[in-house]
């Protein structure tokens, strides 16, 4: 065979100082991620950490059987997550199941009574007029209480729906600016509702002309004890934002939260409701001809419409911000329009909408009530100390796998073992981090089957070291010396692993998509895995044994190498001989 050309490297040998460097680093990377995060250990699922479990079935209304679908179906699970949420719960995990289930996994022993209130009773949607708004957001200089009606604050503030411009257009147009509408609850209606309507210095001195209405308090029921609740709460807060409007019924006045477009918080007290949800028959996204701007529609009954003509002809002559009616969700402020003219049956609500944001809120409009209903199909507890018991026969059986894995190669393949074992490791380490880094990442979970998943990755990578191994062996079978059948066998090798690999994510994927529920986890943690043990095969097995194929120890075929050509019954190489040729006898 000819001699390698000078300065070249034989195939395959490539430069493995620098792949293990690269995995190595990576590795370092992750942990310190890991720890930075504050997460040093796995998101667990209801079934190893306890808690309920709840199916909720969809059924279309009377007359709306097509409600039933993907679009209704990721809405309510929106809306269900947000009441989930408000219970405290992080973990919580809301997800369709299917083409009409929904399945709500609440961890950590959740209150099984508060969760199912929560859950499978309708949201509620109102209309609430404003009675005062202020910044929601913790600032260093106090202002206890801006009364909407009060003072050159309102101007400062900018407060999402205010806007700081006049013009008060009744008709469809916003005022001059954008900007004067910074909240996504300060939204110009046209046709009704004016994106926000716009005093400015004036505002403040009408407002001093009556300031009748800052007491509102009066005309809301706005009392001592929920002017100090008003000014005590902090919006960016999730648990006051939920304990706010807690126990709040719809004849109560209210102090809420919500957010504008620039994303900072803002606080209201919000009077008595004055029209509920359930009077919207419609709403929609679509886009103005006029302005070629997304807006939001709205159709309501006719007992809606006499209700919402009532309080939009009372708001209409108030100064801002009340002059607005907040569009309250759940006890969350989601939009608050202000108003120039009275409406009834129909409304447009217009501002700084964009395609996503103008299609939520209609979908709030209309699905406020939730766009199903829902039947309690069944509620599952789980404790805590029979998901640890399940963990722990997991683990069991897991470290047995391990174990009889080892033992395996140690007997058989001694030295190369330890190269197996240490890629395991390895593999080990990736797969923990990742997966606790996944968890606060997409709210990745490991339950019951995603540690089954881990357990039968330990044969899928301690596989692909096998076939490694065997395909060197057989070099060395052949008569070469170890770097040579390294370099030889990997690329062999390389093909058979990944064609096993790319079977095993397949079968993976298409488990992940046709299943729902637990199972996913099951087939997440086996695509992971599998993912990486290609990643620690060619960035650390193959780089760490061509090193090691250096040393002596493995290099002269030690008997405890596992490579020793004695054990593989290597042949000695037969010896060419040169062939003699008969001279041709001279002539006389």
Known sequence: MAAPKKGRRQPGQGRPGRALALILITLVALTGGMFLSGHTTPRLGIDLAGGTSITLQARSEPGQESAVNQTNMNTAVGIIERRVNGLGVSEAEVQTQGTDHIIVNIPKGTNEKQAREQVGTTAQLFFRPVLQLASGEPAPEGSPSPSASGSPDEAEQGDGDKATEGGDKATDGKSGEPEATPTTQGRAASGALKADATP??????????????SPSASEGGSDEALMKKFEALT?????????????????????GCGQNSAGQWEKYILGPAAVAGTEIDDASAVIDERTGQWIVTMDFSSKGADAFSKITSELKTQQPPMNQFGIVLDGEVVSA???????????????????????????????????????????????????????????????????????????????????????????AALTYTIMVLLGPAIGFALNLPAVCGAI??????????????????????????????????WPRARRTILVSDFVSFLSAAVLFVVTVGKVQGFAFTLGLTTLLDVVVVFFFTKPLLTILARKKFFASGHPWSGLDPKRLGVKPPLRRTRRTVPADPKEA
Request: one cysteine or more; aromatic letters at 6%; hydrophobic letters at 40%.
């Open 200 to 213: 400015s210095p004036s505002a403040s001195a009408d407002g001093k002309a009556d300031p009748t209405p």
């Open 235 to 255: 919006c960016t807060d999730t648990k006051e934002r939920t304990a706010a409007a807690e126990g709040t019924k719809p004849s109560e006045p209210m102090v």
């Open 337 to 427: 329009p202000s108003v120039q003219t009275t409406l009834s049956k129909s409304a447009q609500i217009s501002g700084s909408f964009t395609q996503e944001s103008s299609q939520e809120l209609a979908n709030m409009l209309s699905y406020g009530a939730l766009p199903l209903s829902f039947v309690e199909e069944s509620v599952t507890s789980v404790t805590a100390a029979l998901g640890g018991e399940q963990l722990e026969a997991g683990l069991i059986a897991g470290g047995i796998g391990l174990i009889l894995v080892i033992a395996y190669l140690v007997v058989y393949y001694r030295g190369l073992s330890l190269i197996a074992i240490i890629s395991l490791l390895m593999s």
């Open 456 to 489: 039968v990755a330990i044969g899928i990578t301690a596989d692909s070291f096998i076939v490694f191994f065997e395909r060197v062996r057989d070099e060395i079978r052949e008569g070469r010396s170890l770097q040579p059948a390294v370099a030889r066998g």
